[in-house]
């Protein structure tokens, strides 16, 4: 088990805003403007997006977000890990934190989007080990040679008690 927790934060925060600045720069750097679908803090800080840190000893080393876009589908957003803290298992950690909350809250879908690019190939290859698969673009997102969604089917609880 990695050492560290994992709580809802505020996104607003200033450390906080300071990864999620370097999150912007990063996508931005190796990505085409129009495929950049990064959310900025105030897209963070929306009623329909629950914001987690993973911190150790107090110190912010990596965030994710959950967004809902219905009764049944949600979609992770802002996944991040601080550069320093990056081969530490802290993105697994949050992907898995995100995935049971989103299986806690009934939805029945989990979807992510995420650049094609090289830079991005460390996040594909962890989504994929955890289960996302490549699906059509769902929400806003379009068709990009840029751009792969990816989604997983969310077994609940009550799907297996029933």
């Known amino acids: 088990m990695i050492e560290g927790e994992i709580n809802i934060d505020d996104p607003r925060a200033p450390d906080v805003r300071a990864l999620l600045g370097r999150h912007l720069t990063f996508a931005r750097e190796h990505t085409p403007a129009e495929d950049v679908h990064a959310l900025e803090v105030d897209g963070l800080a929306d009623s329909a997006v ?9 110190e912010l080393l990596g965030v994710g977000a959950l967004k809902r876009l219905d009764a049944h589908h949600a979609e992770l957003k802002s996944m991040h890990t601080a550069e320093a803290a990056r081969r530490q298992g802290i993105g697994a950690a949050m992907l898995d934190h995100l995935v049971t909350v989103a299986r806690e809250r009934g939805f029945h879908r989990l979807s992510l989007e995420t650049g094609t690019m090289d830079a991005f190939a460390a996040a594909r290859s962890l989504y994929a080990k955890r289960g996302f698969r490549p699906c059509d673009p769902y929400g806003d997102y ?21």
Not at 146 to 160: F, H, K, V, Y
Request: charged share 20%; hydrophobic share 35%; net charge neutral.
């Open 50 to 58: 629950t914001f987690y840190s993973f911190r150790r000893n107090g």
């Open 142 to 162: 379009v068709v990009s040679p840029n751009s792969i969604c990816m989604t997983m089917l969310l077994e609940n609880e009550a799907d297996r008690i029933g």
